[in-house]
Every structure is written in structure tokens, then in C-alpha cells.
């Protein structure tokens, strides 16, 4: 897998969205068990906090993406970890994702997705599992690899109770392999500091 700086990549989306780039796809046999990351060619792996899960050090934040050309581009030329949400696109986002990585083999690519949480609902567990079965719905997927609570705006939110069970409840139905408290918030150098021990104790 070959290493790529931003210059590079930016690039390649360049030629794709104008239908110029024509790539062989990338083979890989497991990302997520690809751990020789310091190798020359290879890219950089790092383990995830306490997940266990291996992830490539550079990732492709899809949320302004609305050509495939541009998804294609990236993941042949060796971009494994790619980033939507709930929300991008009214959706939009996520199908396009779900459409481009149907017939790849699944460990051969990682997901995230995010939801923000709406604890004014009285019934937010049920709405928030049901935002999260419908993202994967649009992706085509039956787990994402990293389910994140979405915009937080304070640190009040990480101690309902009500998020808390559902992030796990997720996590133990399979259908993200690493749920427990990923965290985005919206500002971030308000709650980054406040937010560390979360990250520390959940990540």
C-alpha cells in the first residue's frame, strides 16, 4: 500500500471528480489485520485506544463528497478508512458509500458513521437505535466499524445514562465494533480538555 501525503491525494480526487483517473484496484488481504505499518510502501497502522482495532493513519472524510469517482480514487490508490455520518448529505452520503463499497470484501475497507443525539426525545434510545439501523441500511452494511456520538455540545450529554446504554446496547448487537463513547464534539477547544479523560477511560 503505498504512502500518500495530502498533496498527493487532493491530486488524485482532482482527476477523478474530472473522470481522468484510471487506477488498477488496490488488493489488500485484511486491512484491519494489516499490521506492518512501518514497512517502506506500507501505510502507517496504529492501534485504536483500547479497541484492538488496527487503523491506516490517514483517512478520507467524505462528508462534502458527492462523486464515487472521488471514493474510487482514494481507495485504489490505497485509502482504506473512510469517514461519513448520519446527517452528511441528508443521507446522500452514506448511499453513495454503501453503493461504491457493496461488492468489495469487507475487511478490505473501514467505516465510520456518526449520529448526533437528540436527548430531548422521550424516547431517544429507540430513536437513536433506529438512526443507527437506518445508516446501515444506506450503507449496505450490517456493523460499521466505529459508531460515533455526534456533535457533542457538552459534557453533560456523556453522563445520561440513556446514551450510555445505548452506545453499548449497539456495540453488543454487532453492529459497530467499537461503540462505547467516540466522541465529536462541536467545539472542540471548548470540551477537548473536559472530553480526554472520556476518551482515556471509553477509547
Known amino acids: 500500500m503505498e504512502k500518500m501525503n495530502r498533496r498527493k491525494f487532493l491530486g488524485l480526487s482532482a482527476l477523478a471528480s474530472a473522470g481522468a483517473l484510471v487506477a488498477p484496484q488496490t488488493t489488500m488481504a485484511s486491512v484491519k489485520e494489516d499490521v506492518s505499518g512501518t514497512k517502506e510502501g506500507k501505510m502507517d497502522i496504529r492501534t485504536l ?13 467524505v462528508m462534502r463528497a458527492d462523486n464515487p469517482a472521488v471514493v474510487r480514487a482514494a481507495y485504489n490508490s ?8 448520519h446527517g452528511y448529505q441528508r443521507g446522500r452520503n452514506e448511499e453513495m458509500l454503501g453503493e461504491f463499497f457493496k461488492d468489495k470484501d469487507r475487511d478490505s475497507f ?8 437528540d436527548l430531548s426525545s422521550g424516547n431517544f434510545e429507540a430513536e437513536y437505535e433506529e438512526q443507527m439501523n437506518l445508516s446501515l441500511r444506506r450503507l ?17 450529554i456523556l453522563n445520561d445514562p440513556r446514551l450510555v446504554k445505548t452506545l453499548k ?35
Not at 51 to 60: E, F, N, Q, Y
Not at 78 to 85: E, L, Q, S, V
Request: proline share 5%.
Open 110 to 117: 473501514i467505516i465510520a458513521t456518526k449520529v448526533k443525539p
Open 140 to 156: 449496505q452494511m450490517d456493523y460499521v466499524d466505529i459508531f460515533y456520538a455526534h456533535a457533542i455540545e457538552s459534557t453533560g
Open 78 to 85: 490505497g485509502i482504506t478508512f473512510f469517514d461519513t455520518a
Open 169 to 203: 446496547n449497539l456495540r453488543k448487537m454487532g453492529k459497530s465494533d467499537t461503540s462505547d463513547f467516540l466522541l465529536m464534539p462541536i467545539n472542540r477547544r471548548r470540551l477537548t480538555k473536559r472530553l480526554r479523560p472520556a476518551f482515556t477511560k471509553f477509547v
Open 49 to 61: 485506544g483500547k479497541t484492538g482495532l488496527k487503523m491506516p493513519i490517514l483517512s478520507m472524510g
